[in-house]
């Protein structure tokens, strides 16, 4: 079995949860930046798992666009989903609207990954947006390794896909 990783971070929060995955997952593991590479070849793959972190409502429009362009091969494959965000009681939101509805129903596995604040990094708009924001409802949140291990469990004992399932 093969397995593929492709992420969108831009801080790194993402990344790093992107790498756990793939020291967890038993089989070969690819691992792509979305951010880096336009095209990526889909052949000879099992599981495709994508994740992306979310700003301002919405995941990644690189990851958008390449799901977009790749649906049918996508869809030919085992797909797990995954977002790293602040806001937990929105990720099914941010999933079902970032994705179109074929890949999000089509997905066996959609999860959260937690998220974090990084406010040295940010530049000032990005401070200004979230100081507004984190007032109303982002919660600083660490990684969720639980989480985590659920969807590599997951992976590791359904080579060949099974039924759809959410994580808590
Ligand atoms: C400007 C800005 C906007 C954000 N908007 C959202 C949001 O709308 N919803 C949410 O849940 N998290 C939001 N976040 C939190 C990020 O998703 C979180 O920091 C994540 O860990 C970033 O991961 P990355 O370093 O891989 O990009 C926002 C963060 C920033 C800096």
Known sequence: M???IIYSSKY???EECADYLKEGIKCE?????????KQIDLTGYD???MGSSVYVGKISK???AFAERNIDKLLKRN???FVCCTTPNDVDKYLSEGFSTKIYEASKYNANFGGKLQRDKLNFFE???????SKKEMKPQEI????MDSLIEFINLNENGDDKKRDE
């Open 2 to 4: 093969r397995t593929l």
């Open 12 to 14: 790194g929060f993402t």
């Open 29 to 37: 593991v690819a691992i792509k930046d979305i951010r880096l590479n």
């Open 47 to 49: 599981w495709i798992i």
């Open 62 to 64: 690189k990851m958008k």
């Open 79 to 81: 797909i797990a989903l």
């Open 127 to 133: 401070r200004k947006i979230t100081d507004m924001i």
């Open 144 to 147: 969720l390794y639980k989480n």
